[in-house]
């Protein structure tokens, strides 16, 4: 079955850097687009970052364009997310979410369990 | 960027009731639309996408439609699983919004 398992968050300075990972497993994970969805304490949904199946393609949030980057390795069935210069207002739940693409492109069809970034000194 | 307005904010109904959730898009989207319920403390569930296809394994109490920029989700009779926040999610273009939210309460 699917399995998408966050890891890397936690508590960290603002102006600091984080990476958190997300291990994809029970499907092709090189055929599959991947995104970064957020979720702020007690607030709704946020798309975050997508990247296509092969890493070619990358769009992002402008709340955070230059300051996160998205990175795939096919080989390790990894997804990652580069946060810089975190600010308070980053703290959230990130979800590792696969695309339903070829299905249908920007349809978050498997979310994983979510992992707390927590931006505060 | 596309807004998606949904409304109401919550809904409290009886088991048994009809509940219909409303989300409007800005501009056209077509049929790029899918809903997601999120329980709490959970990952959010994709219920449906192409605004009226139910997602595999969904229950068939739960349906979407759309007319131009407005798309609906009912539940046609609710059951105590179904206390969830609701999510609608345009696809049509980067980046990807979500509407607001709809929370489900059970009166």
């Known amino acids: 079955q699917v399995q998408l398992v966050e890891s890397g968050g936690g508590v960290v300075q603002p102006g600091r850097s984080l990476r958190v990972s997300c291990a994809a497993s029970g499907f092709s994970f090189s055929r599959h687009s991947m995104h970064w969805v957020r979720q702020a304490p007690g607030k709704g949904l946020e798309w975050v970052a997508f990247?296509?199946?092969?890493?070619?393609?990358?769009y992002y949030a402008d709340s955070v364009q230059g300051q996160f980057t998205i990175s795939r390795d096919n080989s390790k069935n990894t997804l990652y997310l580069q946060m810089n210069s975190l600010r308070p207002d980053d703290t959230a739940v990130y979800y590792c979410v696969r695309d339903s693409d070829p299905a249908q492109l920007g349809i978050f069809d498997y979310w994983g369990q979510g992992i707390l970034v927590t931006v505060s000194t | 960027d596309i807004q998606m307005t949904q409304s109401p904010s919550s809904v409290s109904a009886s088991v048994g009731d009809r509940v219909t959730i409303t989300c409007r898009a800005r501009q056209g989207i077509s049929s790029w639309l899918a809903w997601y319920q999120q329980k709490p403390g959970r990952a959010p569930k994709l219920l449906i996408y192409g605004a009226s296809t139910l997602q595999s394994g969904v229950p068939s109490r739960f349906s979407g439609s759309r007319s131009g920029t407005d798309f609906t989700l009912t539940i046609t009779s609710l059951q105590p699983e179904d206390v969830a926040t609701y999510y609608c999610?345009?696809?049509?273009?980067?980046?990807?919004?979500f509407g607001g939210g709809t929370k489900v309460e059970i009166k």
């Open positions: 990247i296509s199946y092969d890493g070619n393609n990358e």
């Open positions: 999610q345009q696809a049509n273009s980067f980046p990807l919004t």
